[in-house]
């Protein structure tokens, strides 16, 4: 196959350079997370740009309290059953808490395996200046990174909490060198978590790579959000989600329903029979 052909076979898929040419004209950028093939089709066929496969799915959908208990390769698999569900998207996979944190040589072998295990076409760690070589080293590796720098779940203890980051003047200073120092290390965007709009709104302002935020405002490049807190799958919805759908609702009505049916013997009715021959 010839260089063209290869590019004409993915021209509709988006790329990291997408995603640049975004930033400079302006246009924004839609990231969903997903854990399963079901829901990233959905996505996929829906025009969200990227679908992050993020170790958010150690609360939602494996039930812990933080992220941290995610493995590399439970991120792995579910990054499989989303990057098979993919034609459009641009898939990253979530480096789990101690998959990248122990040396940068750790960090890029666990990178590669979301490529060449899952499939992914990126990955996303959080930290700004104290990973600034790991993502260095993963990027020379030929992978795309994407930083993640403000509230950053992973790093639940040091901040005593899922609190907001950069409230102080001093916070602030380092939260926006964290993200220069991810865009100097050659990450291709940077999701701002869980920070003032005016700070995320200065940040996105002196970076030449998109931000995408969450809690985070509406001037970044981008916006992410957790599926299951937008389509109503958890028990509460932080305050800084709009809710688009009430699937949790909905779900526990059907569910009823059908055992409401089972019980009265309405289902199965005559149409979901076999017949004999
Ligand atoms: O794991 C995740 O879902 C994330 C998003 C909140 C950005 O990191």
């Given at each position: 196959?010839?260089?063209?052909?290869?590019?004409?076979?993915?021209?509709?898929?988006i790329t990291v350079r997408t995603l640049a040419a975004r930033k400079r004209r302006g246009e924004r950028i839609a990231m969903l997370t997903a854990y399963d093939f079901a829901f990233a089709r959905i996505f996929d066929q829906s025009g969200i740009d990227v679908l992050l496969v993020g170790d958010s799915l150690g609360n939602v959908v494996q039930g812990h309290d933080t992220t941290l208990p995610v493995t590399m390769d439970e991120?792995?698999?579910?990054?499989?059953?989303?990057?098979?569900?993919?034609?459009r998207a641009l898939v990253v996979g979530d480096m789990p808490f101690g998959s990248y944190q122990v040396s940068p040589e750790d960090a890029v072998r666990n990178a590669i395996r979301f490529v060449k295990e899952g499939g992914a076409q990126a990955v996303k760690l959080e930290g700004g200046v104290a990973m600034a070589e790991t993502i260095a080293r993963i990027t020379r590796a030929?992978?795309?990174?994407?930083g993640h720098v403000g509230l950053t779940p992973q790093a639940v203890h040091r901040m005593g909490g899922f609190r907001v980051q950069g409230r102080s003047a001093d916070e602030a200073s380092q939260v926006l060198a964290d993200a220069e120092a991810v865009q100097q290390a050659g990450a291709f965007a940077v999701v701002l978590e869980g920070m003032p709009a005016e700070l995320a709104a200065e940040i996105t302002r002196?970076?030449?790579?998109?931000?995408i935020g969450i809690g985070a405002g509406p001037e970044c490049d981008g916006q992410?959000?957790?599926l299951h807190d937008m389509l109503g799958l958890n028990d509460w919805t932080p305050a800084f989600v709009k809710q688009y759908a009430d699937l949790g609702a909905a779900t526990a009505r059907a569910a009823r329903a059908f055992a409401e049916d089972v019980a009265a013997q309405k289902f199965p009715a005559e149409e979901h029979c076999y017949k004999a021959r």
């Open positions: 196959m010839s260089t063209t052909s290869v590019a004409s076979t993915r021209e509709h898929r991120s792995v698999y579910h990054t499989r059953l989303v990057t098979r569900g993919c034609r030929e992978i795309p990174v994407m002196k970076l030449e790579i998109p931000t992410v959000l957790v």
